[in-house]
Structures are given as structure tokens and as C-alpha cells.
């Protein structure tokens, strides 16, 4: 779907091509495209401000049949995440209009301010987040993704950065396949038939994998993650990925919060807005979508995903308010809401993952608390960690791929909300104030002295409203995180 091309704009004819256009600086190198930027200026309604768009049909003296300009605002201002915009927007217009192919123009040049790598890059990964199109419950399909996007750049700079194209593809398309199964209803996808799609997409990308069944959790006694699936006629599953490069120095185990879909079980939920908790799969989603760019991508370090399923449920035999379970670490719990189900399936998950691994990293990600959602809104996750090198690293990481995570504090003494009268520790804290905090301390007496971090992404898992590159609903968060993050440790 992408590439990196060297057309002559002269002899070649072109359908759409799309061109970012800074309001008060030339940052082409290309003369054509400087041309066609000069005739689009000379319009009133274009100076090349940001939001700004406007397309001429067949300029003059080209072969060019819609060129479409997007402002891109002032110079100085330009970042990566505003490339990231243009290619999305230039994407969703040449996807209105039904078009098969786009051809993007590239500002380069060290006029740029910007490493001409992270432009591309970021150009790269706008279009092909944006070409996606959720038709699978349509019946009438009425668009078609393009087949192909092309930057237009020169032959020097498409022979150099020749493989960023395919290693950019490989992510997005795995950030699509996360957003796929985070849209997807809850109906098609219980514990065990997520598992077997997991599952078979991992064989497809050569991933090993396997999956712990309700007999299996049960005996080797996950009793945490157990307590949270007894409500639901489909029984929970734990599903494990594996890849494992020789020579690893490395291992790296991630754990993705799995809810299929969360009620609350006995403490229900309102039900105003309740259909949204199809997306409390999040977490186990973008874990799984990483391992399957993982295998494409081949980093260095073994990694392991970890996916605890389980649908949260109220009925005759769901888990009631006040009862003790012993969790997989042999710690007991009691469950003062049932609605605090992420914590109890991530607990046992993580501890079975330190026992199983001995992971020198474990990180977890989740759609944990609504509380996060108030603090940091839709667009930002929060990191908690102990380790000030990795939050430091998620953050920078968060930063370069604007899946942008704010890292919270982790105050020993707000352990005392989480004291129980009668068993180890209650999934419950005592106050709703500080939510995402209290979840975070709950999680850290499961996991040693495991150097750890985890990330809360109730916030930008799910939005309300879509953004250039990204339409609403389910967005991936967390598969570009994964990748900057893993891919530079
Ligand atoms: N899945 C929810 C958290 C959530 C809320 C995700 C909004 C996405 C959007 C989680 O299981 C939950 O219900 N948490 C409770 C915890 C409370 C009962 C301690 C919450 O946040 O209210
Ligand atoms: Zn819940
Ligand atoms: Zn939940």
C-alpha cells in the first residue's frame, strides 16, 4: 500500500496528487510542486493556515487531474504529528471521492527544521492510519481503502529510506487490526472466540501461541481471574504469544487487560453508555497487534503477550460484592466491587507472568479506571511506574509516536485505601478520589520487585470523536507506543 516514489510530475500523468503547504515559508524542493504551490497562493481563501484546503483541477501545464493543497500553518510550528494530519486528511479526501491511488508531496529539505526521516516517516504513517474504512457490518459496501499511496520524493532519497515504507506499513496495519477487534461487537467475540482469532492471526504471522482454557486456569488456580468470569456463560481464557529471536539479551512480557465486555457485573453499570464496554478489550488488543508487527518487524529482545479474557457479567452464578477469592499469587482478595474486574484479571496474569518468565521488563496496558478518563481526558494515557528510567521511556516513547502518556504518581501511603478487614487486600479503595492511582497501587503488590510499568488507557482507547487519521470509536492506542518503546530499548 505504500512506497516511496521518484515520478517526474512532467511526464507522468498523476490523478490526485496532495501537497502540505506552510503559511509563510517554501519547504519543497521539487520546482513543479513549488510551481503548483505559487498558483494555489494567488486564490484568496488559501494562504497555506492550517485547516485550510483547496484543490485545482488540471493546472496548467501538468498532467495532474486533481491537485489538492492542505495548509499546514507556520513553519516554525510544524511538527510531526501536523504531517501526520495532512497525510490523513489528503487520505480521507481521495477516499470521499472514491479514488484508488494517491500520490503525496513531501516537503523535505533542511529548510524543514524536522529530520527528513521522522517527515517521511510521519507522512507514511498518517495515510495508511487513515485509509481504513469499517464496512464489515455494511451490507452495501460504498468505499473502498486506496491501494495505493505514494510519496513523491527523489530517487537518492527513495533508494535511502527504502525500507521505512514497509516497516511503517507493517505497524499501521497492525494499529488497524487492533482498532478491528476493539469496534468489533461483543457478540462475535467472547473470551474463547477472541482467543482462536488471536490465536489464528498469530500462526498466520508465525508467532507461537497457545491457549489456557477455563479447566486449565482452574487448575493451576487463577482464582482472581476465575471470580471475574463465573457471571458469564462464556467461560474466560488466557492466551499467551511468544517470540522469541535467538540471542536475546532480553525479556520482555506485556499484558493487555482483556474484558470482552464489561457490565460490572453485580455492581451494574448505568446504562447510559454502557455499549462502549465492548472496548474494555482494549489493552489485550493492542498487545496482540504489536506481537503481530513484532514478528514482521523482528526486534531483538524475546517478548511475550499475555491475554487475560474474560466477560463481566451479573447472573445467578457471578461473583458477588464481599466475597474473598485467592488470587493466582496466593495473596486473597476481597472483591468490594465486582466492577473493579481489570485489576483482579491483571493480577493473575502478571503474577503467572513473573513466575512463568522472570521477565527483566513486564508492562501492562488497560482500560482500567474511569478515573483516568477525568484526570487526563480522552487523548492521553497515564504511566505509572516505580522506575523512573522506564516511565521515562514510555513517555519518550508516547511522545515520538503522539500516543501521548503523562506519568502519575504512586504514593506508598494511599496503599491504606486499599486495606480489607478480612482478607490480604480489596480490589476496592475506600475513596473514589485518586481512582487511577489507587488501581496502580493495587496492581504493584502483584508483581515483586519486577522492574514494571502500566499504563491506563481508558482514556484514548475509545473516543468520542475521530481525529485526522483516526475516525471515532476504537483507536489503537498503544500499538505505535509499543513499538517506539520496544523497538529502542
Ligand atoms: N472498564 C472500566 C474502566 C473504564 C471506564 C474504561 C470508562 C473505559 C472508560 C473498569 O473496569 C471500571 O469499571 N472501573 C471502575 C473502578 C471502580 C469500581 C473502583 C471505575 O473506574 O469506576
Ligand atoms: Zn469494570
Ligand atoms: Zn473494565
Not at 86 to 98: E, I, M
Not at 411 to 423: I, Q
Request: a positive charge.
Amino acid at each position: 500500500m505504500l512506497r516511496l516514489s521518484a515520478v517526474s510530475l512532467k511526464d507522468s500523468p498523476v490523478n490526485t496528487l496532495a501537497i502540505p503547504v506552510c503559511e509563510d515559508a517554501a519547504i519543497h524542493d521539487n520546482p513543479e510542486v513549488n510551481q503548483l504551490i505559487e498558483q494555489a497562493l494567488q486564490l484568496e481563501e488559501f494562504s497555506g493556515e492550517i485547516g485550510q484546503q483547496v484543490i485545482l483541477y488540471h493546472p496548467e501545464n501538468t498532467r495532474i487531474r486533481r491537485c489538492q493543497f492542505i495548509g499546514i500553518g507556520p513553519k516554525k510550528k510544524l511538527t510531526a504529528e501536523n504531517l501526520r494530519a495532512f497525510a490523513g486528511k489528503a487520505v480521507q479526501a481521495a477516499l470521499g471521492v472514491k479514488e484508488k491511488e494517491l500520490l503525496l508531496a513531501v516537503p523535505l529539505s533542511g529548510q524543514l527544521g524536522l529530520d527528513p526521516r521522522l517527515g517521511i516517516q510521519s507522512i507514511l504513517e498518517g495515510a495508511a492510519l487513515a485509509n481504513h474504512i469499517f464496512d464489515k457490518y455494511k451490507k452495501k459496501k460504498e468505499r473502498a481503502a486506496l491501494k495505493q499511496i505514494s510519496l513523491l520524493v527523489t530517487p537518492e532519497t527513495a533508494k535511502r529510506y527504502k525500507s521505512l515504507a514497509a516497516d511503517v506499513e507493517a505497524v499501521a496495519l497492525s494499529t488497524l487490526q487492533a482498532r478491528e477487534w476493539v469496534n468489533m461487537p461483543s457478540n462475535e467475540k467472547t473470551p474463547g472466540q477472541f482467543a482462536q482469532i488471536v490465536v489464528e492471526a498469530a500462526g498466520k504471522a508465525r508467532l507461537k501461541s497457545k491457549i489456557l482454557d477455563q479447566a486449565q486456569l482452574q487448575r493451576k488456580k487463577f482464582g482472581a481471574l476465575m471470580a471475574v468470569g463465573s457471571g458469564s456463560a462464556h467461560p474466560p481464557r488466557l492466551v499467551e504469544l511468544m517470540y522469541a529471536p535467538k540471542n536475546a539479551k532480553k525479556t520482555i512480557v506485556l499484558v493487555g487487560k482483556g474484558v470482552t465486555f464489561d457490565t460490572g457485573g453485580i455492581n451494574i453499570k448505568p446504562s447510559s453508555g454502557l455499549e462502549t464496554m465492548k472496548s474494555d478489550m482494549a489493552g489485550a488488543a493492542a498487545v496482540a497487534a504489536f506481537m503481530l508487527a513484532a514478528s514482521r518487524l523482528k526486534p531483538k529482545h524475546r517478548l511475550v503477550g499475555i491475554l487475560p479474557l474474560v466477560e463481566n457479567m451479573p447472573s445467578g452464578s457471578a461473583t458477588r460484592p464481599g466475597d474473598i477469592v485467592t488470587s493466582f499469587s496466593g495473596k486473597t482478595v476481597e472483591i468490594g466491587n465486582t466492577d473493579a474486574e481489570g485489576r483482579l484479571i491483571l493480577i493473575d496474569a502478571m503474577a503467572y507472568a513473573v513466575k512463568q518468565y522472570k521477565p527483566d521488563i513486564l508492562i501492562d496496558m488497560a482500560t482500567l479506571t474511569g478515573a483516568c478518563v477525568v484526570a487526563l481526558g480522552e487523548r492521553m494515557a497515564a504511566v505509572f511506574s516505580q522506575d523512573d528510567e522506564l516511565a521515562g521511556a514510555v513517555v519518550d516513547a508516547g511522545q515520538a509516536a503522539h500516543e501521548r502518556c503523562w506519568r502519575m504518581p504512586m504514593p506508598e501511603d494511599y496503599k491504606e485505601l486499599l486495606k480489607s478487614e478480612l482478607a490480604d487486600i480489596s480490589n476496592m479503595p475506600s475513596t473514589r478520589y485518586g481512582g487511577a492511582i489507587s488501581a496502580a497501587l493495587f496492581l504493584s503488590e502483584f508483581v515483586g520487585d519486577t522492574r514494571w510499568a502500566h499504563i491506563d488507557i481508558a482514556g484514548p482507547a475509545y473516543v468520542k470523536k475521530g481525529s485526522d487519521y483516526c475516525g471515532s470509536g476504537a483507536t489503537g492506542f498503544g500499538v505505535r507506543l509499543l513499538w517506539e518503546l520496544i523497538g529502542k530499548m
